[in-house]
């Protein structure tokens, strides 16, 4: 082989290897990402959470009204006392709606 070609083969090796090491890297600290998401539900206004659970506000409030969501798993009331204000747990709702209809227990 030529000298030429034997450097260039060095440099990649070199190469897969540092990015060998940046991929461990991003694994590790998309686990710690997990782990921390994991851990604590991430409460979210209704406004907030409306385009991401894919609901209007008028029917995450239907839900709650109703019982349909259970406060402390899908529901806080942040209220001072005077009209209720609400954040939602948006990985519970969307585990619920992930369910066939069938199947979601209500009450």
Not at 19 to 46: D, F, G, R, Y
Request: proline share 5%; aromatic share 4%; with cysteine.
């Amino acid at each position: 082989m030529s000298k030429e070609l034997t450097e260039a083969l060095e440099t990649v090796a070199e190469a897969s290897n540092e990015l060998v090491k940046a991929i461990a890297n991003l694994q590790s600290c998309l686990q710690e990402i997990s782990k921390s998401e994991q851990s604590s539900p991430e409460w979210m206004t209704l406004t907030e959470a409306s385009p991401k659970v894919g609901l209007s506000i008028r029917q995450m409030r239907d839900r709650i009204n109703d019982g349909r969501w259970k406060h402390g798993k899908h529901y806080i009331n942040v209220s001072d006392g005077m009209a209720p204000r609400y954040r939602v747990n948006c990985r519970a709702i969307d585990n619920v709606q992930a369910l066939p209809p069938e199947k979601r227990r209500y009450r």
